[in-house]
């Protein structure tokens, strides 16, 4: 899974989360972290979301989502992510997407906008 941005720019992004098979997990997680660093290496997250802080709903379709603000990306620099996605239910991490997020250039500022 990769996302692709301008910086500074709002992105929904939803995911369900399946079985091998293809069907709805049909899991209730106790917390799900989607956080960002430069590198796997980095020992400091850029910004994450959790359904623990509410930055991560679920949804009544049994998706999730969250929304990548300005705010999150504003700071950083146009280049490419990582990312990760944790599910964790109980004491075990059920599961992890790894992903890249692209922030690539503005066109229209928030001050063109207007």
Same mark, same amino acid.
């Given at each position: 899974?990769?996302?692709?941005?301008?910086?500074?720019?709002?992105?929904?992004?939803?995911?369900?989360?399946?079985?091998?098979? !293809?069907?709805?997990? !049909?899991?209730?997680?106790?917390?799900?972290?989607?956080?960002?660093?430069?590198?796997?290496?980095?020992k400091?997250?850029?910004f994450?979301?959790?359904?623990?802080?509410?930055?991560i709903?679920?949804?009544?379709?049994?998706?999730?989502?969250?929304?990548?603000?300005?705010?999150?990306?504003?700071?950083?620099?146009?280049?490419?992510?990582?990312?990760?996605?944790?599910?964790?239910?109980?004491?075990?991490?059920?599961?992890?997407?790894? !992903?890249?997020?692209?922030?690539?250039?503005?066109?229209t500022?928030?001050?063109?906008?207007?």
């Amino acid at each position: 899974m990769n996302i692709t941005m301008p910086r500074g720019d709002i992105r929904p992004v939803s995911f369900t989360v399946t079985q091998a098979n !293809g069907t709805d997990a !049909g899991l209730e997680f106790d917390e799900i972290y989607f956080t960002v660093k430069s590198t796997f290496q980095d020992k400091s997250f850029l910004f994450q979301k959790r359904l623990g802080n509410g930055t991560i709903t679920r949804e009544p379709d049994g998706s999730y989502a969250f929304v990548i603000r300005p705010e999150d990306t504003d700071g950083l620099r146009v280049a490419k992510y990582v990312f990760d996605i944790e599910l964790v239910l109980g004491s075990e991490i059920k599961q992890t997407t790894v !992903g890249e997020l692209i922030l690539t250039n503005e066109v229209t500022f928030a001050g063109n906008e207007g």
